[in-house]
């Protein structure tokens, strides 16, 4: 939301109680064309503006589609709805309550003594309602780590070369490098199919965490991708008017020739395929194991977490070595792997890419002669101090308790704390020759936590959790529907307006460095737009406020509250405007009228009324 790590996955959005069968495209108003008509949308990346952010929002109403069809497909993955009979409960902890008496004709439990109202059109929570709510969730989670897993194929088949390599980051002029940021093929797309919906989700999500797309996309040397981001005119040309996705039979051949997935993410095996990261055998993992009959003979009754490869506790064990393989054996796997191919290949380490304050891709200066990068110190460590240990860790360890991200953090912690060791890691820099201890800087810890942060409960190739920010941006999609403002009568001047009021949004961080600036939802909105034209976003805001901004949707309660009345304050205090406001279709339409009646009285034409709104040029 404002202005920073990794934290854990957030809930997904929950299903409403929905009339049964009610879709949402059923339940949408006339024709979002009827209000703003066609979009004219741009090929190459550029600033956000109305057509872009109502593109932008029929793709949030695709996804919200998608989720609804896939919480309401009964039987998906073994999940039934049949599950509720009995008035059955599960808890955050996946465990299940014992039946509880029901009275059939309110759908209440009989010794409820008060009723929580769920929404306008379920007014009264049952446990049954609460399961119903729990196992559709539970599909959605389970469709969005199957989707991550698709993404992942996507992007593999997408990468052609070795990757940034070490030698890349010392060329001040290497164009997979320095020059990443200024340079792609601006016909990158036309080349191109579009994948299938839950894939571009999981891009969505990804690119609206810019520092970690660019260091996913510079380590991959995927620089025309980020350089183009989200094909707009391609999206929302796929989208129809009931926000199904649509694409050719021969986009859809080639999604599954080049990457071996099947175009659904329904018609995927069952089982996840993987070499165990010890003996190297090959095990299969099922996707959950929460599955049920649609008519169960038993009670039993496996919860709503499991501990399949999509599930909330990964657990399971090699059929050849024993070895209990969950989440924490794979992100220390994906360490040894990053390890390996920096000491073979010279590829860097997750997190040593770009610099750790402005999150670019810059050229070290030394102030001093041989001083060294502090940026590269965990790249160094690696490889001339924990190379062996790192080989080892992998090596015959107790098959009940094996090695955790904690062990490697141990290992580093170790390294950080022997004089001897920093001396070995920094050798021939001005601080190794001195006689007095070495101290380790803070940018150096900083540069180490950036890059352990990469396998905090993430064994995933990409530098944050994408099953987690894909679950969170959810929750922005989901508002996005309920607000509506893509069937409003004043949609296009809504976008205006809103974009206006992202600039000046921007202006405020770059005259407070210091301050945490918190967006407003229809600032929010333009901001995501934004990012999604990576090199676009990283252009303007290093042009306005000097830095490359990121975005962060992880941080707490308190400091978001502290940070909204800042900056509620301070865009008052400039623009002389109330920050946040109402925007309801009936607010909206009422500052149009405003503007509308303003420009018949100085005798504006409608073009001219339209560019009434464009009160600052994103070309700054």
Known sequence: MSLSAPSEMAAPPSYQDAEAGASLA????????????TLNLAQT?????????????????????????????????????????????????????????????????????????????????????????????????????????RYEAWWSSLVEGSGLTEQDI?????????????????QYWAQRSLPPLDVLMVYHAHMLNPYNFLEDCLRAGLRDLWGNGMPWQ???????????????????ARWVASTGRSWENAEDPLVKSLTCPVCSNRISIPWTTCNLDENPKSNDDP???????????????????????????????????DARDLLIKNLPMPGTVLDPISGEPEQFQPRLKDQLNPQTFPNRMIKLVLRIEIQDLLKNPNPAQPPTIDTVRKMVEDVIGKQSALR??????PASRSMRPMKVAPTTRLCVRKMMSRYWENFSPFALDLCGATMRQGIFSEKMYKIDWLHSPAARE????????????VTIMAENPRGIAVPTLDVDLAWHTHQLSPSAYYAYTKAATKKFIRHDDKVDEDNLKRGFEWTSKTYQEKYGEVYSECTCWYCESVRTSHISSLGKVLGMSTNEKSKAYILQDFSQ
């Not at 059923?26 to 008509?37: D, R």
């Not at 070995?424 to 820099?429: C, E, F, L, N």
């Not at 809504?494 to 949004?505: G, V």
């Open 170 to 186: 010392d060329d001040p002029d290497s164009a997979a490098y320095a020059r990443f940021p200024s340079l792609h093929d601006t």
């Open 303 to 337: 919860g709503l977490i499991g501990s399949g490869y999509g599930d909330g506790q990964l657990d399971t064990a090699c059929s050849s070595c024993g070895t209990r393989i969950n989440r924490e054996l794979l992100s220390v796997a994906k360490f040894c792997n």
């Open 234 to 252: 391609l999206v929302n040309t796929a989208i129809d008017g009931s926000f199904n996705y649509n694409v050719s039979d021969d986009h859809k």
């Open 45 to 149: 990346p550029k600033q956000p503006e109305s057509n872009t952010c109502l593109a932008h929002l029929r793709l949030l109403f695709a996804f919200q589609t998608l989720k609804e069809d896939i919480g309401y497909t009964d039987g998906l993955w073994g999940l039934w709805d049949t599950r509720v009979e009995g008035g059955k409960a599960v808890t955050k902890e996946g465990k299940v309550h014992e039946p509880v008496p029901v009275d059939s004709k309110r759908e209440v439990p009989i010794d409820s003594k008060r009723e929580v109202p769920i929404d306008s059109k379920q007014e009264v929570p049952t446990d049954k309602h609460l399961l119903l709510s729990q196992i559709r969730e539970k599909r959605w989670a389970l469709f969005v780590a199957r989707a991550v897993d």
């Open 424 to 429: 070995v890691v920094d050798q021939g820099s």
């Open 26 to 37: 059923e339940q949408a108003p006339p024709s979002e064309k009827a209000f703003f008509g």
């Open 494 to 505: 809504t976008m205006d307006r809103l974009c206006i009021k992202y600039q000046r949004f």
